[in-house]
């Protein structure tokens, strides 16, 4: 144990260091200057690179200091060797002259700094230096992890939330069709009975008027049916971005340019299509919130290996940086949906420039035909 009469260890406990070094001389100079520069330590020696692996395997080092050449080995390569271990201890290379060259590629490499061996008097701030730079660097890799690990979690939970959200639609959406709409319709069959049946002129007058609220009922839950879990998904991905389109012309009068270039649409998969349909409605909604007056044009296309999803409009566009900061959930939201399927949106917008939303979505590989799957 290495101790002083003036203690300034960075530490609490004694510093347990290991010295690389082929020197018997240079190891009690570096013991001596440890001593007089307050560090309280236990020093252990290793002066070849079986000694060094062996002792890196049976101790906990807070420190390593290396000489930068030990016969057969170099401190690039104990570097290289200390990179294996889970949580390797930061090291500084005490060395004669090694040009300046080496100094900083060493440091590049990772080694927290240089001492030149006529310099030791000043051992204890490069140790304390190298330790705390340590631990900001381990800090900030916690940090890093921490917060991957926390990005993952909200990527599960807006997975998980869109997955809800749907199947709550489609739920809503049987549930209107088996209830609601079932009860309407036994009741429309009720209500011409009673409107063919009737004496009374005016009886018949208010029978025919119900039918009308009854139709127009009718029709309301077929709308919000479609809105909530799109029946006409089941037809394919072009004519339900069709009926999408012309919902969106008739409800703004804002006409929508669609060019629909799909071959392969049998192929896609239901969670693609859901995908796409939900981009291409949010666009459009956005579109009619915040480009009411702009030209839209919607491109679909199978093209290649991947399905594209295009809505672009010649509006006022906006700020991107904005995107961090605003309330709205709508183009969040469509990114990790995008992400769900395994592919991405591109969103690109300007002031002045107009915006562009672009689903990109890897299409399933057709499989091989037998004859070739079979070839070597
Ligand atoms: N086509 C567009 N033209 C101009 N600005 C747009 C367009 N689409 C989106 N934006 C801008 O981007 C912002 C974010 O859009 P996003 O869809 O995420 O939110 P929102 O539409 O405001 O609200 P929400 O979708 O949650 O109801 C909008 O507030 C708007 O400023
Ligand atoms: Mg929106």
């Known amino acids: 144990m290495i101790a002083s009469k003036s203690q300034s260890n960075p530490t609490d406990k004694p510093l347990n260091i290991l010295h690389l070094e082929d020197s018997d001389a240079d190891h009690l100079l570096l013991a001596r200057a440890l001593r007089s520069s307050g560090i309280v330590a ?21 420190l390593v200091l290396m000489d930068f050449r030990l016969p057969g080995f170099t401190a690039l390569q104990a570097w290289d060797a ?37 310099d030791l008097q000043a051992i204890g701030q490069v140790v304390t230096r190298a330790l705390k730079l340590h631990q900001l660097q381990q800090a900030r890799a916690q940090a890093a992890r921490d917060l991957q690990a926390s990005e993952q979690r909200i990527t599960q939970l807006a997975h998980h939330l869109q997955t809800s959200l749907e199947q709550e ?20 069959l009720d209500v011409a ?31 919000i049916m479609q809105n909530t879990r799109p029946a006409i998904l089941d037809q394919g991905l072009g004519p339900s971005v069709q ?10 009068g804002q006409p929508v340019q669609l060019q629909c270039q ?18 291409v409605q949010e666009a459009l909604t956005n579109i009619s919130k915040h480009a009411p ?22 509006g006022p566009g906006f700020d991107m940086q904005q995107l961090r900061t605003t309330a709205g959930f709508g183009l969040k939201g469509l990114g ?28 399933p590989t057709p499989p091989m035909p037998a004859a070739q799957a079979l070839t070597p």
Request: net charge negative; charged share 20%.
């Open 42 to 62: 236990t020093l252990t020696r290793a002066d070849d690179r079986a000694s060094f692996l062996a002792l890196m395997g049976t101790h906990t080092f807070d």
């Open 82 to 118: 200390l990179a294996q271990w889970p949580l390797p201890p930061p090291c500084v290379l005490v060395s004669g002259a090694i040009g300046e060259a080496a100094a900083v590629a060493a440091i590049q490499t990772g080694f927290s700094d240089y001492l030149h061996k006529n």
């Open 169 to 188: 639609r489609a739920d809503i959406s049987r549930e209107i069709h088996d209830d609601i709409g079932g009860s309407l319709a036994a009741l429309r």
């Open 193 to 223: 009975w009673i409107e063919r049946h009737a004496q009374n002129p005016a009886l018949r007058e208010r029978a025919a008027s119900a039918q009308d609220v009854i139709a127009h009922a009718l029709a309301a839950t077929q709308r």
């Open 243 to 252: 009926w999408l389109t012309q919902a969106h012309t008739r409800r703004t």
């Open 262 to 279: 799909l071959d392969t649409e049998h192929a896609l998969h239901d969670a693609v299509r859901l995908t796409a349909y939900r981009i």
């Open 293 to 314: 007056q702009a030209h839209v044009r919607v491109h679909l296309s199978d093209a290649g290996k991947a399905l594209t999803v295009e809505v672009t409009d010649n």
């Open 336 to 363: 990790e949906r995008a992400k769900n399927i395994g592919g991405w949106l591109d969103i690109s917008s300007q002031p002045g420039q107009g915006t562009s939303l672009t689903l990109t979505a890897p299409l």
